[in-house]
């Protein structure tokens, strides 16, 4: 029974998937024999499926929590084990990653930008299809948040991000899960080494104030640090849309997708840092 309402379920977002990257021109054909035989690359019902019960559940948990009169974060010992194991997890994942994209790459003689898919390069196809399925399980970072209370966190650009890099890099492991990808995603993944590091230290730290500042001063540098990786990945955009056998749509989605990011974050790193240093400077002026 379960099979046919899911089998029903897969020819509708199938045909709306498909239908769709055909009128946007997206060349999602042909298949990669690298990774079509590998769960959640043939159809993109899994992912889909995943991002509408993360949207849903993101959607909901943020309204009731919301209409609550309790504010207050909350983060009990095993909640907070829990994010201590996730955050290790992740950093040892992404330093897997980084280190085996770049590796393969410089098995097969890759130069920075302008690296064509090569369909007999099956290590670096995993790695790829790895990296596309971390950013499912980093669902679970938004999830976290809303065990937590902490509803500042589940900001747009946390949720616009997170909901749309997974179809981006679905894409990326069906249709060519090498050549240039292999830049993007050994990238993102050193940023991440250091982002969850960074989440790790704050879990491990609390509340106490003294280690915060001793330990994490450098956040503001990780936000430097993620809006320099996104304009290096514009420019790779650029470059590969012009002179790079790699699939022409997808480096055009990337350079599109990431002005969207780098605006979003732009507007972030101000408002925290920026703006926020301005407005303690005039507080203290007045006193």
Same mark, same amino acid.
């Given at each position: 029974?379960?099979?046919?309402?899911?089998?029903?379920?897969?020819?509708?977002?199938?045909?709306?998937?498909?239908?769709?990257?055909?009128?946007?021109?997206?060349?999602?054909?042909?298949?990669?024999?690298?990774?079509?035989?590998?769960?959640?690359?043939?159809?993109?019902?899994?992912?889909?499926?995943?991002?509408?019960?993360?949207?849903?559940?993101?959607?909901?948990?943020?309204?009731?929590?919301?209409?609550?009169?309790?504010?207050?974060?909350?983060?009990?010992?095993?909640?907070?084990?829990?994010?201590?194991?996730?955050?290790?997890?992740?950093?040892?994942?992404?330093?897997?990653?980084?280190?085996?994209?770049?590796?393969?790459?410089?098995?097969?003689?890759?130069?920075?930008?302008?690296?064509?898919?090569?369909?007999?390069?099956?290590?670096?196809?995993?790695?790829?299809?790895?990296?596309?399925?971390?950013?499912?399980?980093?669902?679970?970072?938004?999830?976290?948040?809303?065990?937590?209370?902490?509803?500042?966190?589940?900001?747009?650009?946390?949720?616009?991000?997170?909901?749309?890099?997974?179809?981006?890099?679905?894409?990326?492991?069906?249709?060519?899960?090498?050549?240039? &990808? *292999? /830049? !993007?995603?050994?990238?993102?993944?050193?940023?991440?080494?250091?982002?969850?590091?960074?989440?790790? @230290?704050? =879990? +491990?730290?609390?509340?106490?104030?003294?280690?915060?500042?001793?330990?994490?001063?450098?956040?503001?540098?990780?936000?430097?640090?993620?809006?320099?990786?996104?304009?290096?990945?514009?420019?790779?955009?650029?470059?590969? &849309? *012009? /002179? !790079?056998?790699?699939?022409?749509?997808?480096?055009?989605?990337?350079?599109?997708?990431?002005?969207? @990011?780098? =605006? +979003?974050?732009?507007?972030?790193?101000?408002?925290?840092?920026?703006?926020?240093?301005?407005?303690?400077?005039?507080?203290?002026?007045?006193?």
């Amino acid at each position: 029974m379960l099979r046919h309402y899911w089998k029903a379920w897969d020819s509708i977002i199938s045909k709306v998937v498909f239908s769709c990257a055909d009128w946007l021109g997206w060349e999602l054909d042909p298949l990669s024999p690298t990774t079509s035989h590998l769960p959640a690359i043939t159809s993109p019902t899994p992912l889909i499926t995943s991002l509408l019960v993360y949207l849903v559940t993101v959607v909901v948990s943020y309204r009731v929590l919301s209409a609550t009169t309790n504010t207050k974060i909350w983060d009990p010992t095993w909640l907070k084990a829990s994010v201590i194991c996730h955050n290790a997890f992740l950093i040892l994942l992404s330093l897997y990653m980084c280190i085996g994209c770049i590796v393969e790459a410089y098995k097969s003689g890759y130069k920075l930008w302008g690296n064509k898919f090569n369909v007999n390069e099956k290590q670096l196809a995993f790695y790829i299809y790895l990296f596309y399925v971390s950013k499912i399980y980093e669902f679970v970072d938004t999830f976290i948040m809303l065990l937590k209370r902490n509803l500042r966190q589940v900001s747009f650009l946390h949720v616009y991000h997170h909901s749309t890099i997974s179809f981006i890099w679905w894409m990326i492991a069906r249709r060519a899960p090498g050549g240039d &990808a *292999y /830049f !993007s995603a050994a990238l993102n993944s050193w940023v991440h080494v250091c982002m969850y590091t960074y989440y790790l @230290l704050s =879990a +491990l730290i609390g509340k106490n104030n003294d280690k915060r500042v001793k330990y994490l001063w450098w956040g503001r540098h990780l936000t430097q640090m993620q809006m320099l990786q996104f304009l290096c990945n514009l420019l790779q955009a650029v470059y590969c &849309a *012009y /002179f !790079s056998e790699y699939p022409k749509f997808l480096s055009k989605i990337l350079l599109f997708y990431m002005i969207s @990011l780098l =605006a +979003l974050f732009g507007h972030f790193y101000y408002s925290k840092h920026i703006a926020t240093a301005k407005l303690r400077k005039k507080h203290t002026k007045k006193a």
